[in-house]
């Protein structure tokens, strides 16, 4: 089983930073990747970034890309999601997202509870 831990949301205005944090424990060993989701009211659970291993490939929405960045500490098993320039159309729940191999043809998917984002001035 994983744990994900999600911290650093919170109510900020637009242009402002965040740093968002997804700690993992558990059986971590088959990690591959772990990515961050955001989901606004009404809408679908979207990607916004995601890196994997162990060549730290990353991937970002179109949205985010240039205001963003995803990084990885693995000492610490933790993942990061640097928020610059911060809009209002920033705002949702977002979610720590991990995959880990869990057998030969099998990727498990697991996620935090999420932390809420938002942007208003």
């Known amino acids: 089983q994983v744990q994900l831990v999600e911290s650093g949301g919170g109510l900020v205005q637009p242009g402002a930073s965040l740093r968002l944090s997804c700690a993992a424990s558990g059986s971590i060993s088959s990690l591959n990747a772990m990515g961050w989701y955001r989901q606004a009211p009404g809408k679908e659970r979207e990607l916004v970034a995601s890196i994997t291993r162990p060549f730290s490939t990353t991937n970002y929405a179109d949205s985010v890309k240039g205001r963003f960045t995803i990084s990885r500490d693995n000492a610490q098993n933790t993942v990061y999601l640097q928020m610059n320039s911060l809009k209002p159309e920033d705002k949702a729940i977002y979610y720590c997202?991990?995959?880990?191999?869990?057998?030969?043809?099998?990727?498990?998917?697991?996620w935090g509870e999420g932390t809420q984002v938002t942007v208003s001035s």
């Open positions: 997202n991990a995959k880990l191999r869990g057998g030969a043809w099998r990727v498990d998917d697991y």
